[in-house]
C-alpha cells in the first residue's frame, strides 16, 4: 500500500553517488558549537556533504545547559528557505529544532512547495540537559509535520512523546513505539538505543521499505563510555541525511554513519571543549594537516635508538679505529654489492610510482647510481680478493622487505621504507669520517679510501632530497600510508643495524 509520505513526495529515491551531496540544515544555533546547526554542518562536512544552514531559533547555552531561546519571526524563515531553494538544488534536508507552532508551519509549507528528496526529522523537544526545547503549544503542529519526513530520528524521550507512551527501558518496548511512530507517519523510524542501560547500543531502522510492512534493520554497536554526547542526536540525523543523498539506501546510510558517530564519541574527550557534557569530535576520522618537515621530524625520533645502536656495534667502533679484520669488511663489502643490486631494483619502482617528474628522475638516477657503486666495488676491493659472494640472511631479509614495500602499490610507504638507506647511511658515514678526519687521516688506515668517500657531497644532497621527497609524501597520503610509512621506516632502520652487524656473525 502506499505510504502517507508517497502522495505528497516522489517515491524514486535520490540519484545514489552523487559526489557532493547539498544538504540544508533547518534547525537551531548552538554559541558552544557542539549542537544544533554548528554540529549540523560540520557532520554534513564530515560525510562528504555541502552544507547550508537556515535559522530557526538562537539559544544561550553551553555544554552545562540551555539558558535561553529566542524565537525569530517564522517570516524571516521562510525568507531564508525560499532564499536558498531559489538558487541552490537541494538533495537532502535535515530538520531539527523548530521552537514554535509558527516556524513548524512555515517548514511544513516550504516543504509541500519545494519537495525535497531526502528530508530527515529530528524532532527536537527535549536536550540531553533535559531542557525542553519545544513549546509544549508546538506538539501537536510538530506531529503534523512528521508525516512530511522521510526519516524520524527522536531519542527515546521523545519517541514516547511523539506516541504518547511512556518512557521504554527495554530495546523491546523502544521497537514497539518505533513501530507505532512509522505506522502513523508512514515515515522511517530510526529507534535509538543511546540511552538505554548496558553495554550494547543498537540502532534500529523501522519501515525501511516504506510500505508499512514491519521491516525492521537493526545495526548493533557498543556502547561508547564518555560523557560528551552534547549535539549526539543533530549530529546523526545531520549525517545521516548527507549519505542518504549519496547513496539512496537508509540501511547502508545508517552503516555508513553509526561508526563514524562512535569513532566521534571515542575521540571527543581530545577536544576539551567545556566543563559539562561536551561535544562529540565530528573530524576525528581525518588527518590534521602536517607542516613541512613535521613527518620527517617523526622519522628522525623513531631512528635514534637505531642509530645508537650501530654507533655501539663492534663493526663500526673498528672500522673507525683500523682494527676491523679484513674477513669481517670484504663479507660487509660483498653483501653491500649484492643489496645494492636489489635496492636499484626497488629504487626503480619507486621510480615508476611517483607523482612528479622530478621525483622520477630522482630515483631513477640513485637506482643508476646504485649499480654504478657496485660495480666499482666489484671491479676494485672487491675484484682482488677470494670473498664468498653468497645472499647472507640479513641481506636477504633487507631486500625481501623492500621488495614487498614496493608491492604495497603505495608511493609513500616505499619512499619511506627506502629512506634509512640514505639517511641513516649518511649519518653513520658522517660520524665515521668525522673520526677519520680527527685522527689525522692516517695513511696507514686499511680502510682509508674508502672513508673518504663518506665525504661526497653529492650522496649528502641526495639523502636531504629523499628526505623531503618522503616528508611531502607523509603530507598528501592517508592515515592508515602514513602509519604504514612509519612502520617500513621502522624496520629498514632495524635492518640497517642488523647489517652493520652480520659481519661479526656470518663472516
Given at each position: 500500500m502506499p505510504t502517507a509520505t508517497s502522495a505528497i513526495f516522489p517515491a524514486a529515491p535520490p540519484r545514489p553517488g552523487r559526489p557532493v551531496p547539498r544538504v540544508l540544515s533547518i534547525a537551531g544555533s548552538d554559541p558552544s558549537g557542539g549542537a544544533g546547526i554548528q554540529a549540523d554542518l560540520k557532520s554534513i562536512a564530515a560525510l562528504g556533504g555541502y552544507g547550508m544552514a537556515a535559522i530557526t531559533a538562537l539559544t544561550a547555552q553551553n555544554t552545562r545547559g540551555v539558558r535561553s531561546v529566542h524565537v525569530p519571526p517564522a517570516t524571516f524563515l521562510s525568507e531564508q528557505l525560499d532564499a536558498v531553494s531559489d538558487d541552490i538544488g537541494i538533495d537532502a534536508v535535515k530538520i531539527g529544532m523548530l521552537g514554535s507552532a509558527e516556524v513548524i508551519e512555515a517548514v511544513a509549507a516550504w516543504l509541500r512547495k519545494v519537495r525535497p528528496a531526502v528530508v530527515v526529522l529530528d524532532p527536537v523537544m527535549v536536550a540531553t540537559s533535559g531542557d525542553r526545547l519545544l513549546q509544549e503549544s508546538a506538539e501537536a503542529a510538530l506531529r503534523a509535520l512528521l508525516p512530511l519526513a522521510h526519516l524520524i530520528t527522536p531519542n527515546l524521550v521523545e519517541l514516547a512523546m511523539l506516541v504518547g507512551g511512556e518512557l521504554q527501558d527495554t530495546w523491546t518496548g523502544a521497537l514497539e513505539q518505533g513501530r507505532a511512530l512509522a505506522a502513523a507517519t508512514g515515515a522511517t523510524v530510526l529507534v535509538k538505543g543511546g540511552h538505554l542501560v548496558g553495554g550494547e547500543c543498537p540502532d534500529a531502522l523501522v519501515n525501511t521499505a516504506g510500505l508499512l510492512s514491519d521491516e525492521v534493520v537493526v545495526v548493533p554497536g557498543e556502547r561508547v563510555a564518555t560523557r560528551n554526547s552534547h549535539g549526539t542526536g543533530c549530529s546523526l540525523s545531520s549525517a545521516m541525511a548527507a549519505a542518504q543523498a549519496r547513496l539512496g539506501d537508509w540501511e547502508l546510510s545508517l552503516r555508513e554513519v553509526k561508526p563514524w558517530l562512535a569513532g566521534a564519541l571515542e575521540a571527543s574527550g581530545s577536544l576539551e571543549v567545556g566543563k559539562g557534557n561536551g561535544p562529540v569530535h565530528h573530524f576525528h576520522h581525518q588527518q590534521p594537516l602536517l607542516s613541512e618537515g613535521s613527518f620527517a621530524a617523526i622519522l628522525w625520533r623513531e631512528a635514534q635508538q637505531d642509530?645508537?645502536?650501530?654507533?655501539?656495534?663492534?663493526?663500526?667502533?673498528?672500522?673507525?679505529?683500523?682494527?676491523?679484520?679484513?674477513?669481517?669488511?670484504?663479507?660487509?663489502?660483498?653483501?653491500?654489492?649484492?643489496?645494492?643490486?636489489?635496492?636499484?631494483?626497488?629504487?626503480?619502482?619507486?621510480?615508476?610510482?611517483?607523482?612528479?617528474?622530478?621525483?622520477?628522475?630522482?630515483?631513477?638516477?640513485?637506482?643508476?647510481?646504485?649499480?654504478?657503486?657496485?660495480?666499482?666495488?666489484?671491479?676494485?676491493?672487491?675484484?682482488?680478493?677470494?670473498?664468498?659472494?653468497?645472499?647472507?640472511?640479513?641481506?636477504?631479509?633487507?631486500?625481501?622487505?623492500?621488495?614487498?614495500?614496493?608491492?604495497?602499490?603505495?608511493?609513500?610507504?616505499?619512499?619511506?621504507?627506502?629512506?634509512?638507506?640514505?639517511?641513516?647511511?649518511?649519518?653513520?658515514?658522517?660520524?665515521?669520517?668525522?673520526?677519520?678526519?680527527?685522527?689525522?687521516e692516517p695513511s696507514a688506515h686499511p680502510y682509508a679510501d674508502w672513508l673518504r668517500t663518506y665525504a661526497d657531497q653529492d650522496f649528502a644532497a641526495a639523502t636531504r632530497r629523499a628526505i623531503a621527497i618522503v616528508d611531502e609524501a607523509a603530507r598528501v597520503a592517508s592515515a592508515a600510508d602514513r602509519a604504514g610509512m612509519v612502520t617500513a621506516f621502522r624496520q629498514s632502520c632495524r635492518l640497517e643495524v642488523d647489517f652493520f652487524d652480520a659481519p661479526r656473525l656470518y663472516s
Open positions: 642509530l645508537d645502536d650501530i654507533h655501539a656495534l663492534d663493526f663500526i667502533r673498528n672500522l673507525a679505529s683500523g682494527s676491523l679484520g679484513e674477513k669481517e669488511f670484504a663479507y660487509y663489502f660483498a653483501q653491500d654489492a649484492i643489496y645494492l643490486n636489489g635496492y636499484s631494483r626497488v629504487l626503480a619502482r619507486a621510480s615508476a610510482l611517483a607523482p612528479t617528474e622530478a621525483e622520477q628522475l630522482f630515483w631513477t638516477a640513485s637506482a643508476r647510481q646504485c649499480l654504478e657503486v657496485e660495480s666499482e666495488l666489484h671491479r676494485t676491493w672487491l675484484g682482488t680478493r677470494t670473498v664468498q659472494p653468497g645472499l647472507g640472511p640479513v641481506t636477504k631479509s633487507y631486500v625481501d622487505h623492500l621488495t614487498a614495500a614496493s608491492a604495497s602499490g603505495s608511493y609513500a610507504v616505499l619512499a619511506a621504507a627506502v629512506l634509512p638507506c640514505f639517511w641513516l647511511y649518511a649519518e653513520v658515514g658522517a660520524t665515521l669520517h668525522a673520526r677519520f678526519v680527527a685522527a689525522g
